[in-house]
């Protein structure tokens, strides 16, 4: 393995690429500008951090991993720095397949004990189970609820999609009136909001502050515009969609903030990405829920939260077909990562996709 290069990048070294035009044309840089810039907005990160290692051969890119710095708070509110896992890939027609294995050894080291995944790949969960660094903190199932056929059937979607929403919201508008239900999409961070995501930070092993969802909201990672996408070809990100918008709302019941979700809207496909509630309020927040996705009127729409979804599995009047897939986040033995009571499909770098 002695023809293979690791290069590992730090947030200041980000900085550096910003402002170096001309490094955007070479093809080692598996990261676009909108995603570095979001890097660099990180709240949690400071100028040392790595946060991408790449693997050269001859000069051609033939494996990476992304690393997303991040925060973890003990009970005794002392704080430990660590890094999310991102995308670890490695080129398929290379000969060089230990890269990958290289690049996970080199964060490994750069993050000594302190690195976690949130919904790895198959390939990546088997290759972390057998390793045995890593233990699993959390498996969960996400719901898929088919609410229509997928764009692609173009005459039989629209149509469909149409009937089953008008369906939806005519008998769930009426239930939030009844339980004296009210949801407001987020804009600007006002006091119901601020008060509401700073009380449930202190108790959140992530700490997930108005200044972390700050930085969430302002900077996610996909891109609509084509003038975005990277020059290289080795860029195995999703993060190019032709339609894509972030949807954070609250839930109040008689005035006062009961819930913060977070959902996605990706080309027709609506994912809960974050849910906070009390488990008490758990019928409450379905309810609101299933009038915001009747709203919004996807072709398909993903729970992974397992309370809400054996709720709306219950109450949704009108949907196609549902199925699961289990999904599970893993940190490297020796780092007490903890994500409360239920976890998040949006943990680490999936929050901003």
């Not at 810039?37 to 890119?61: E, M």
């Not at 509110?77 to 230990?98: A, I, P, Y």
């Not at 072709?299 to 809400?308: M, R, Y």
Request: glycine share 4%.
């Amino acid at each position: 393995m002695r023809n293979i290069e690791i290069v590992a990048y730090t947030q200041q070294d980000l900085k550096r690429l910003l402002a170096d035009e001309q490094f955007w044309a070479q093809p080692q840089l598996p990261i676009t500008k909108r995603r570095a810039i979001s890097s660099l907005s990180n709240p949690r990160a400071v100028d040392s951090d790595t946060v991408l290692i790449t693997a050269l051969s001859k000069g051609q890119l033939i494996a990476y991993i992304g690393i997303l710095p991040d925060v973890l708070r003990s009970n005794d509110q002392q704080t430990m720095r660590f890094g999310w896992t991102t995308t670890w890939w490695v080129e398929t027609e290379s000969t060089n397949k230990l890269s990958a294995a290289m690049v996970m050894f080199a964060a490994l080291k750069k993050y000594p004990k302190r690195i976690a995944g949130s919904n790895p790949s198959k390939e990546a969960e088997r290759a972390w189970v057998a390793t045995k660094l890593f233990r699993e903190c959390a498996r969960f199932d996400r719901s898929y609820f088919i609410m229509a056929p997928p764009p692609s059937l173009r005459f039989f979607s629209p149509p469909i999609r149409w009937t089953i929403g008008a369906k939806n919201r005519m008998i769930f508008d009426r239930k939030l009136g009844k339980h004296g239900l009210e949801i407001r999409t987020v804009g600007a961070f006002d006091e119901p909001f601020e008060s509401f995501v700073n009380t449930r930070a202190i108790r959140d092993p992530l700490a997930r502050d108005t200044a972390y969802w700050n930085w969430v909201l302002n900077f996610p990672w996909m891109s609509t515009s084509p003038e975005d996408e990277a020059a290289q070809k080795s860029y195995a990100f999703s993060v190019f969609a032709k339609d894509f918008r972030q949807i954070p709302l609250l839930v109040f019941r008689h005035g006062a903030v009961i819930a913060f979700l977070v959902m996605t809207l990706r080309e027709g496909r609506l994912t809960l990405k974050y849910a906070d509630y009390d488990l008490c309020d758990t019928a409450d927040v379905a309810t609101a829920l299933q009038v915001a996705v009747a709203d919004i009127n996807p072709w398909l729409f993903i729970c992974p939260d397992s309370e809400l979804s054996a709720m709306l599995k219950r109450l949704f009047p009108f949907y196609l077909a549902r199925h699961s897939k289990s999904s599970a986040i893993y940190a490297v033995n020796g780092l007490p990562l903890s994500v409360g009571w239920h976890p998040h499909w949006g943990s680490g770098d999936k929050i901003f996709t």
